[in-house]
C-alpha cells in the first residue's frame, strides 16, 4: 500500500509516518509512506498512489487537496488530531482502512 502524507513538515510527520509503517507491520502489511507538503501535492498524486491523508496542522487546506486527490482517484481525508502522536498507529491504521473503502 502506498499512503501519501500531507503534512507542514518537521519531526511530528516523521513520528506518525514511524507510526503507521510500525502499525502495518503489526497487521503484515508492507507500507510505502510519503510525507510531503501542500505545494507538491498536485504533481505527487500523478505517481500513483492509494490513499492521501492530512495532517491535522494543515485542515484549512484539506478541501484543496482532496479536489486534486479526486481528480486522481485517490480516497482522501483527513488524520484525527489524536492520532497524531507516536503512539497514534492503530488510529492512524483504521482511519487509512476507513478510507480505502
Known amino acids: 500500500m502506498k499512503v501519501l502524507f500531507v503534512c507542514s513538515g518537521g519531526m511530528s510527520s516523521a513520528i506518525v509516518v514511524n507510526a503507521l509503517k510500525n502499525e502495518a507491520k503489526k497487521h503484515g502489511q508492507e507500507m510505502e509512506v510519503h510525507a510531503i507538503g501542500t505545494n507538491e501535492v498536485e ?8 490513499v492521501c491523508m492530512v495532517a491535522p496542522q494543515i485542515k484549512h487546506r484539506f478541501n484543496q487537496v482532496k479536489k486534486h486527490a479526486d481528480e486522481h482517484n485517490v480516497p482522501c481525508g483527513p488524520i484525527p488530531p489524536q492520532a497524531y502522536t507516536p503512539l497514534g498507529g492503530p488510529l492512524l491504521f483504521k482511519t487509512l482502512n476507513e478510507l480505502k473503502k
Open 43 to 50: 504533481e505527487e498524486l500523478k505517481k500513483g498512489w492509494d
